[in-house]
Nanobody, 120 residues
Framework: QMQLVESGGGLVQPGGSLRLSCAAS????????MGWYRQAPGKQREPVAQ???????NYADSVTGRFTISRDSAKNTLYLQMNSLKPEDTAVYYC??????????????WGQGTQVTVSS
């Protein structure tokens, strides 16, 4: 089992920056990948950025060049550095871990979400 707790959200003006953190606790057999998703009002949850167990990263087109995903394995923490924020980045941001439970099964774990509001 894993527990994920996000922090770092808030209100920021357009063009500003925020850094989200996701502290992971608990243990699983193996973590396949970690990522950030977001859900704006009236919209479906969408992927924002992912980082694999090997460290490779992938970003949504809308955030490429502005957001950076990283992790600190020693602290079991995932980060999302968000720069040049736009009003359309306003959403609840969720941390995700895809874990291998055994040879045959995987599970997605989710945090409770943190609100990011970009507005002047």
């Amino acid at each position: 089992q894993m527990q994920l707790v996000e922090s770092g959200g808030g209100l920021v003006q357009p063009g500003g920056s925020l850094r989200l953190s996701c502290a992971a606790s608990g243990s699983v057999w193996r973590i396949n990948g970690m990522g950030w998703y977001r859900q704006a009002p009236g919209k479906q949850r969408e992927p924002v950025a992912q980082i694999s167990s090997g460290g490779s990263t992938n970003y949504a087109d809308s955030v490429t060049g502005r957001f950076t995903i990283s992790r600190d394995s020693a602290k079991n923490t995932l980060y999302l550095q968000m720069n040049s924020l736009k009003p359309e980045d306003t959403a609840v941001y969720y941390c995700n871990v895809n874990a291998q439970l055994d040879w045959f099964s995987t599970r997605n774990y989710w945090g409770q979400g943190t609100q990011v509001t970009v507005s002047s």
